[in-house]
């Protein structure tokens, strides 16, 4: 699988669908596979909800619930739910839709399709939401010329006819195609009187951590055009070459996340402003296709964890997107540490997914470091540094393919501050995943590590001691 696509709540359920090939572990028949949750955490997979044919493969997408019955596919008692998404055929891309009568589960594919037709090869990932114009409001789809670097706005009455309003881009990050973008509101610090728009955009190659990346802009939406708070220049012909652009220059820009594995990542529709989730695709394109996959398990690959956002203001003025993680866990373990030098176990032969949670204060230490090693001595190093005021992984690429290995970064604004919360589970036998949030989830590093199960857990500070330090550590079962 690979992208998250119409990630909708309605009635009480979660709805997650997801690109997929329902015949094999490479990237062909693609279709929307179907998961629900009652509460993000546990889920359970339906049977694949819309289907490729002759004529098109079922590529990105979202899906609202027509309240109000706009499109004439349901009642005003029992709206129906409308996915729009990109019928990909060679050479040609266009938005099309599907309706749902029964809460989400069997689609039919409208007999007017395709909706939104340009007549290009490359225009793809509508992402639709109601905005609220203080009158009857109206339907709006962001979707992307990928190779342009441009996000297009439409706006419908129906969600069938759709008519142009604006695009933006290229600008920023654009050293790769433009993919899969996402547009929504959120209060700063929780003022209903200060409400920002974020537009998600992912790009491939490009990203921060090279390959596919997802970086996003802050700024105002006024139903037809998005402003962004902090405009960049637009940038030359030559920067939309693969790549192109350096990591100095990729560092001022606002990113997801600064690992290599957080791609494609949307949010649900029908939550509350408050509580805005975001779930993404945990691979990159570099390397996707040859990630070890164990076909007796008939899958390759998986989400990152489901994301609260919230927007603060740093104390230079700017807007930063913070990250919190949805899941309920047991408090687990708590383990004080205090004034620690040299090394602390803290876990060891865990077989789950685990939580680690480390808190202190640098002290008189250079760097402290978090093991995360099998018994067979795979390992990977996550690391502060005090002098450079990152953290980064060291990603070894034993058994994984060329363009794996590397040592992903991200900067942080209080360097002397230790506040990690870890997220460690399992993809496969072979393959794990960390997810890294630090700066009260201003900071954010996701990425695949080759280690299998089981795993220990250790610590260690060099050049000094912490102080103050805690680790909280949970063993989440199955
Ligand atoms: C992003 C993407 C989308 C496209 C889909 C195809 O990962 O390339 O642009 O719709 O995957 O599976």
Redesign the pocket.
């Known amino acids: 699988m690979?992208?998250p696509n119409g990630l909708v709540f309605h009635d009480g359920l979660y709805h997650l669908y997801f690109?997929c090939n329902p015949q094999g572990v490479s990237?062909a028949n693609?279709s929307w596979g179907h998961a629900t949750s009652t509460d993000l955490t546990r889920w359970t997979e339906h049977d694949p909800a819309i289907l490729w044919d002759d004529e098109a493969q079922i590529?990105?997408g979202s899906v609202v619930v027509d309240h109000g019955n706009t499109s004439g596919f349901g009642t005003d008692q029992e709206p129906a739910l409308v996915a729009l998404y990109?019928a990909?055929a060679p050479g040609h891309q266009a938005q099309a839709l599907a309706y749902s009568t029964d809460g989400g589960y069997v689609w039919t594919k409208y007999q007017g399709n395709p909706v939104l037709d340009r007549g290009t090869s490359d225009f793809?990932?509508p992402k639709v939401f109601r905005y609220d114009d203080g009158g009857d409001g109206f339907w709006v789809m962001i979707a992307v010329e990928?190779q342009d670097r441009q996000v297009l706005f439409h706006r419908s009455d129906d969600l069938k006819t759709w008519t142009f309003l604006s695009s933006y881009g290229p600008a920023g990050p654009v050293g790769g195609v433009w993919?899969?973008p996402d547009m929504f509101p959120l209060a700063v610090d929780g003022d209903e009187d200060d409400v920002r728009w974020v537009l998600l955009i992912?790009l491939?190659p490009g990203g921060i951590a090279g390959g596919?990346g997802t970086h996003y802009v802050v700024g105002d939406f006024d139903g037809t055009v998005f402003h962004p708070s902090a405009p960049f220049a637009t940038p030359g012909p030559e920067s939309l070459t693969d790549g192109s652009q350096s990591r100095a220059e990729l560092e001022a820009f606002g990113w997801i996340d600064f690992g290599p594995d957080c791609?494609?990542g949307v949010t649900f529709d029908g939550l509350g402003r408050h509580d805005r989730t975001l779930i993404a695709?945990m691979d990159n394109?570099e390397y996707a296709g040859l990630i070890p996959a164990e076909e007796s398990e008939e899958h390759r690959s998986a989400m990152t964890l489901p994301r609260r956002l919230s927007l603060t203001r740093d104390q230079g003025g700017a807007e930063r997107l913070r990250q919190t993680p949805v899941i309920e866990v047991d408090p687990g373990e708590s383990i004080e540490l205090g004034r620690l030098a040299g090394s602390a176990v803290l876990g060891e032969g865990m077989t789950g997914a685990a939580r680690i949670r480390l808190a202190a204060a640098f002290g008189d230490a250079q760097s402290v470091e978090l093991r995360i090693e099998s018994s067979s001595g795979d390992g990977v190093v996550i690391r502060q540094d005090r002098a450079s005021g990152r953290i980064e992984l060291d990603r070894p690429g034993a058994g994984m393919p060329p363009g794996f290995p590397g040592t992903p970064s991200m900067l942080l604004a209080q360097p002397d501050e230790i506040g990690w919360d870890v997220w460690i589970d399992a993809l496969n036998e072979r393959v794990s995943s960390i997810e890294l949030f630090a700066q009260d989830g201003e900071k954010v590093l996701t990425a695949l590590i080759p280690t299998a199960s089981p795993r220990t857990y250790s610590l260690d500070v060099v050049g000094g001691a912490l102080s103050g330090a805690r680790a909280d550590v949970v063993d989440i079962e199955g």
């Open positions: 690979n992208d690109q990237h693609i590529f990105s990109t990909a793809r990932d990928a993919e899969c992912s491939n596919s791609y494609a695709w394109w």
